[in-house]
């Protein structure tokens, strides 16, 4: 629980994505060369302020996260917790992750969406990718830049998530609760 809400509540702030190189949503590698090529005409500022609201939306998103993870500790099962404690070292982030990515994906999809139409960011990605699909003999990039962004964002709080799980697990000084100094203490 303290993993996943330092997780969350890091990856919500202002810039929790933006300015965290580990997990910054970039333009889609896709369109690598449609970034490229606006910065050297000079259209830097765009190629900029669209990666801006790439990570506005997935620091929105990330705000909904919580209650999702807490809905899927509160159904853990003795098999689960074992699991979780006799497990790698981000066990309880892949159980989170095989748990939860439905739901976040759900949730996250609408918000990053807003975001995005906030800048014209889907309706000029979109035209610009189905017209190089077009192209003969092109291989096809990824035309929906919300699923895009969206599983960016997921992977970037998973990210997140695991660091914080590997520190408890590591480091004494990061269990701060009762709970935590019993359950990884004797592990210690």
Do not use: C, H
Request: net charge positive.
């Amino acid at each position: 629980m303290q993993g996943i809400s330092k997780g969350t509540d890091q990856a919500s702030k202002t810039d929790g994505f933006y300015l965290n190189r580990l997990i910054r949503i970039p333009f889609p590698p896709d369109a690598q060369r449609v970034a490229n090529t606006l910065r050297s005409i000079g259209l830097g500022s765009q190629v900029d302020k669209f990666e801006l609201s790439l990570n506005r939306g997935a620091e929105d998103a990330a705000k909904s996260a919580k209650p999702i993870f807490l809905s899927a500790i509160k159904s853990l099962t003795f098999t689960d917790v074992w699991n979780i404690l006799t497990g790698e070292k981000n066990a309880a982030t892949q159980y989170l992750q095989r748990t939860t990515t439905p739901q976040l994906t759900t949730a996250f999809k609408p918000i990053i969406q807003q975001s995005l139409d906030k800048v014209g960011a889907t309706r000029y990605y979109t035209d610009l990718s189905t017209r190089y699909n077009k192209i003969p003999l092109v291989t096809p990039v990824q035309t929906d830049l919300n699923q895009y962004a969206t599983g960016k964002a997921i992977d970037g709080l998973f990210t997140l998530v695991a660091q914080e799980e590997a520190n408890i697990r590591e480091n004494p000084v990061a269990r701060t609760t009762e709970l935590l100094k019993r359950v990884f203490g004797s592990k210690s």
